[in-house]
């Protein structure tokens, strides 16, 4: 059986060249059908989209909160986000592929965007302190962390209390056997490192969050096990 460390290791070359492949956002057919036209326009190329949702559009963001986002990519999430968030606001994209990092911010500072900010790191162990965030967002990278448990964990330790949990990902309507998570392309192609919903609904209850939900954004297809799907959940303002 492959560790969890050699995991994220391919996970993470496997990034590494999809965004060293990848050039132009407007022409990846999958960001073009998820995003409006109107989100995506004044973006450069090299803003790919690699994610499975809309997170963004779902959050109902704020002026003024601070956003994170697990497994930021090339930064398009974070590049809305910060639209909404605006200047008093502050949005930190984490990932843990140096190559995508360094494509996110020479993205930001071609759009010259000074209210985010990019982290190298594991979502697993979040490089930030604890209640330091309104909002949690994430576009199809939770099904590639080996361990969830830690990652809804740490989502969990810096929301402020009452604060927020968006994510957009892939959940299985049964789980991938042995063979298929084996499979590096079915893998880091976001679908068997997944879980079935209740699986995964169950870690977010595990981890302390309450209004655990979520809504299908594009149905399974015929002969597939997976979906789109917008996970919510809520820090208590108790917890
Ligand atoms: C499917 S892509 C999604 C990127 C971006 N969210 C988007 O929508 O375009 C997965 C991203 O998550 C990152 N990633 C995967 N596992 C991670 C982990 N455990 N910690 C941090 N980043 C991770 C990869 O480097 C890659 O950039």
């Known amino acids: 059986m492959v560790s969890s460390k050699e995991l994220k290791e391919r996970v ?12 132009s956002c407007c022409d990846d057919g999958v960001a073009v059908e998820i995003y409006s036209p109107d989100a995506l326009e ?15 559009a779902l959050a109902s963001l704020a002026p ?12 398009l999430d974070c590049f809305l986000a910060s639209r909404a968030v605006g200047p008093e606001g502050h949005v930190i994209g984490v990932d843990f ?31 930030l302190d604890d209640e330091s965030v309104d909002v949690v967002i994430s576009n199809c990278v939770v099904n590639l962390a080996p361990d ?6 740490e989502a969990f330790r810096v929301l402020r209390p009452g604060g927020r949990l968006m994510v957009s990902d892939i959940l299985l309507e049964r789980a991938a056997t042995a063979e298929e998570m084996e499979d590096l392309a079915l893998y880091a192609g976001c679908i068997s490192g997944s879980l079935p919903v209740e699986e995964y609904l169950g ?8 209004e655990v939900g ?17 996970v919510s959940a809520r820090r208590g303002v108790t917890a």
Do not use: H
């Open 12 to 23: 993470s070359r496997v990034y590494a060249e999809r965004i060293k492949e990848a050039s």
């Open 214 to 230: 979520y809504e299908v954004e594009a149905p399974a297809k015929e002969g597939e096990f997976w979906f789109s799907a917008a």
């Open 64 to 75: 003024g909160q601070v956003v994170v986002d697990l497994g930021s990519g090339a930064g």
């Open 42 to 56: 004044g973006l450069p190329d090299g803003v790919a989209s690699f994610g499975c949702g809309n997170p963004v």
């Open 203 to 210: 870690k977010l209850r595990a981890a302390g969050f309450e």
């Open 97 to 127: 592929t140096p190559a995508m990092l360094e494509q996110a911010r020479r993205n930001q500072a071609k759009l010259r965007i000074d209210n985010v900010s990019f982290r190298q790191g594991d979502i697993e162990a979040l490089p």
């Open 148 to 153: 969830k448990d830690a990652v809804f964990r």
